[in-house]
């Protein structure tokens, strides 16, 4: 969050408490399906950009306040709000991909890269190229750069059994998430328990 990591088992969430659990993609297990490749392909007419900084200019607060408006849940104020809060200086290797059309910023998603690991930290879109399913394609074009350039793990953050709006993050590909064990101290198979697997 902004400059500070942190990990939790619950989090607050509209009505109360839920509990929530970490999720990873082991990207050598991830394989493109069908549904992937229909997603990319519908958005081949879309310029890809890839910023090895965080990138942040005018158009994008613009278009990230009317993704903003457009959602049902709570999200942050602004994006300089959100991943430099009051300071001036990254403290992580963020960087971000940003799609276009022609000179029209489309969506842009955020993520930090590490040695082995990327974790995805915001994905906004226009309210008018929602039919695109840009967030999910984001997801991918992540995924996309995190393969090519060697990375093995993929972190999307966290899901919980009683939050439905999370679910997406599990039906990206269901045989490479793995989910944490805060007992047993280790990563094992989202396929493994059936009953949190949600829409995978």
């Known amino acids: ?4 990591m942190f990990t939790a088992d619950q989090i607050y969430y509209q009505d109360g408490m839920h509990d929530i659990i970490w999720i990873r993609l082991d990207l050598e297990k991830f394989e493109w399906t069908s549904s992937h490749k229909k997603l990319l392909k519908a958005i081949k007419n879309l310029s890809l950009i890839h910023h090895n900084f965080c990138f942040i200019e005018p158009q994008c607060e613009q278009v ?7 959602v049902s849940f ?4 602004s994006i300089n709000d959100f991943l430099y809060g009051s300071h001036f200086h990254m403290e992580f290797n963020t960087q971000s991909l940003s799609l276009y059309n022609g000179q029209e910023l489309v969506g842009r998603g955020y993520f930090d890269i590490g040695h082995q690991s990327a974790a995805g ?8 190229y929602k039919k695109y399913s840009i967030g999910r394609v984001l997801f991918l074009l992540k995924i996309q750069h995190c393969i090519s350039n ?4 993929f972190y999307p953050g966290y ?3 009683t939050v439905p709006n999370f679910d997406y993050k599990t039906s990206i590909h269901s ?3 793995e989910m944490y064990d805060f007992e047993a101290d280790e ?3 989202m396929m493994s328990k059936p009953n949190l697997k949600s829409n995978c």
Do not use: K
């Open 64 to 70: 990230y306040e009317l993704y903003r408006q457009s």
């Open 150 to 153: 060697g990375i093995r793990y």
């Open 175 to 177: 045989p490479s998430t």
């Open 121 to 128: 930290i915001m994905n906004f879109y226009h309210p008018q």
């Open 159 to 161: 899901i919980s059994p």
């Open 74 to 77: 709570d999200a942050p104020i």
């Open 187 to 189: 990563w094992i198979p």
């Open 1 to 4: 969050m902004v400059h500070r």
